[in-house]
């Protein structure tokens, strides 16, 4: 069992808000991701990391910015959520040597 | 372009029958990853494998990857209903520049009491 963890799980906000998806990993994983899921849509990678003060982005372009200031947090930001935001964000870390992925269990942010 | 090809996208069946559900690609892989992913969850990885031709065992799931590394099958016998979920491939290669693996877009199982 991975110990990854996401906070809010779940969250309902007005457009135009500011908003911080937590993510923490307690495995010392170097590699660490966030990818963005519509409802019954496949994943697709917004941000990642290979380590402390290095973010990237991914394949799905996105209005939201990372950072990486420890290895086991990587926050997601959202400086002005539109209601096109809605959808499932899922964490994922991964270490060294290895490309398998642990996932959290993702918050739901849905933008009126 | 779907790097990796999952199907069928959809399966239904009743409680009790086996399965097999696939996981195609025209690229190879220095590792594939299944997990099972439901509802509002977050997916949980089920198993890695490495080796071509690697068979693994998880009770009921016999995961199987493919002689040249480019596929992958997943085989459930006598499924069960908290066997339903959406279950994805991943594919891992050292190649990619700005990620480890690629994901499928999933075999969606629903499996009837």
């Known amino acids: 069992e991975a110990d990854i963890y996401q906070t809010p799980r779940y969250l309902v906000i007005g457009t135009g808000k500011k908003i911080t998806l937590e993510c923490s990993q307690t495995m010392g994983h170097d590699k660490m991701y966030w990818y963005q899921q519509d409802p019954g849509m496949e994943l697709h990678l917004i941000h990642y990391s290979y380590g402390v003060n290095s973010t990237e982005k991914g394949d799905l372009s996105s209005e939201s910015t990372v950072s990486r200031i420890r290895t086991e947090h990587f926050p997601l930001t959202l400086e002005s959520a539109r209601p096109s935001h809605t959808s499932q964000y899922l964490c994922a870390s991964g270490g060294a040597g290895t490309e398998t992925q642990y996932f959290g269990p993702g918050t739901r942010l849905l933008v009126l | 372009t779907q790097l990796l090809e999952q199907s069928p996208q959809f399966l239904s069946i009743q409680e009790g029958e086996n399965l097999t559900v696939y996981c195609n690609s025209s690229?190879?892989?220095?590792?594939l990853q299944w997990y099972r992913q439901e509802p509002g969850e977050g997916p949980v990885l089920l198993v890695t494998?490495?080796?071509?031709?690697e068979v693994k065992k998880l009770k009921r799931l016999t995961f199987q990857f493919g002689d040249a590394r480019k596929d992958s099958s997943l085989h459930i016998t006598a499924a069960q209903p908290g066997d339903t979920g959406l279950y994805l491939c991943a594919g891992g290669s050292p190649r990619y520049n700005n990620n480890d693996m690629r994901f499928g877009a999933g075999t969606r199982l629903t499996v009837k009491p």
């Open positions: 690229s190879v892989f220095s590792s």
């Open positions: 494998v490495v080796t071509g031709g």
